[in-house]
Structures are given as C-alpha cells and as structure tokens.
T-cell receptor, first 113, second 115 residues
C-alpha cells in the first residue's frame, strides 16, 4: 500500500519569502510523484511531476521539487512567494498503479502582503 | 482547446434521492477518472475508465455508486439513495492514455450537498 503525508495543513508566508511545502510518501514500489495546485472553485492543475531520472524537478510558476529517496520526501519550494500563489497544494503518488493518484490531505498556502 | 467540463457545478438534493453527475473529457482522451474530495477523507480515487470499460472500480464506496462511459467520451456518475455522507466535490479527470507519463487534466468539479 502507498500513502502520502503532507506536513502542515496550513502554511502562511509573507510575499517575497521562501515557500516550502512538505510531502513524504510511503511506497513499496518506485514512486511517481506529483504536485497539484487547486485555486478556489477550480479543478486541480499539475505543477510538476517526478517519474524517473533527474531528482530536481522544475515546474510551472517558478516551483520546483526535489525527490529524495533516502528521506522518502518530495518537498515543494519556490524562492519568492507571490500573492497569486495563494491556493491549496496537493502532493500525490501513483507508483504501483500507473494511473491511480493517491493524494495527501493538502496544504493551504496563504501569502500575506 | 476546451478542458474537462462537469455538470452541474452545484447540486443540492434531499437524502434518499438519486443524482447523476456528468463529465465531458478532453476530446481524444481515452482515459477518464472520477475522484471525490471531502473534508473528512481528502481526495479519493473512485473509478477509472479506459475507453468505455472500467477496469478499476475499486474506489467506489458502496453499491449505491455506479458510473458509465459511452462512446469513449462522456461519463456519468450515478449515486442512488443519497446519504449525507455523500456530500463532497466530485472531480473528473481525463488523460490521453492511462499511465504516469500522461497528465491527468481535472475538471472544476460538481459540489454535491445532501440535505
């Protein structure tokens, strides 16, 4: 069985500050890891994904994430937060299934002016 | 091009009634997925379609839930005898093919409220 844990249901940062959203996974098979963003009353949009290869993955809107197998982590970062980054972020894993996404509980990011 | 669309966007129903939720995937996408987003359970997989067949129904929570897909396109999720615990946002996604290399594109969801 696989699971995804997002530490912190709510993260608040100031505009211009570093954004760090934490994700840890548990998987008996190699993971395929994703970060999605959800704006209010909208569906999920893919930010970035790790399948194989390079462990530092760059995504849209200046976000990146690093796959660390030894720490079973896939934390999402952005050097400088913008007000437009305020949204809910979901980490997901589809390892073992090839299509079924197992999601974390989500982290609500608030950006303060 | 057009994204995944879902209708209705909001549905309020009385306990015990049946509801149908519709999903129009991106044209040409052969794989279609239903997920449920609720406060207590977060985002959960419900069912996956490849073409018109559903090889994985493992996430459907009870036999009150069913889904079909016709013409390899539109899908309908039906909930019979709705219960209050069915209140959630039901999200549909589609991808060109099934597999981790293929991005799942999500619709805006249908918010179901059972009173």
């Amino acid at each position: 069985a696989q699971s995804v844990t997002q530490l912190g249901s709510h993260v608040s940062v100031s505009e211009g500050a570093l954004v760090l959203l934490r994700c840890n996974y548990s998987s008996s098979v190699p993971p395929y890891l994703f970060w999605y963003v959800q704006y209010p009353n909208q569906g999920l949009q893919l930010l970035l994904k790790y399948t194989t290869g390079a462990t530092l993955v760059k995504g849209i809107n200046g976000f990146e994430a690093e796959f660390k197998k030894s720490e079973t982590s896939f934390h999402l970062t952005k050097p400088s937060a913008h007000m437009s980054d305020a949204a809910e972020y979901f980490c997901a894993n589809s390892g073992g299934s090839n299509y079924k996404l197992t999601f974390g509980k989500g982290t609500l990011l608030t950006v303060n002016p | 091009g057009a994204g995944v669309s879902q209708s209705p966007s909001n549905k309020v129903t009385e306990k015990g009634k049946d509801v149908e939720l519709r999903c129009d995937p991106i044209s040409g996408h052969t794989a279609l997925y239903w997920y449920r987003q609720s406060l207590g359970q977060g985002l959960e997989f419900l069912i996956y379609f490849q073409g018109n067949s559903a090889p994985d129904k493992s996430g459907l929570p009870s036999d009150r839930f069913s889904a079909e897909r016709t013409g390899g396109s539109v899908s309908t999720l039906t909930i019979q005898r709705t219960q209050q615990e069915d209140s959630a946002v039901y999200l549909c996604a589609s991808s060109q093919l099934a597999g981790n290399s293929y991005e799942q594109y999500f619709g805006p969801g249908t918010r179901l409220t059972v009173t």
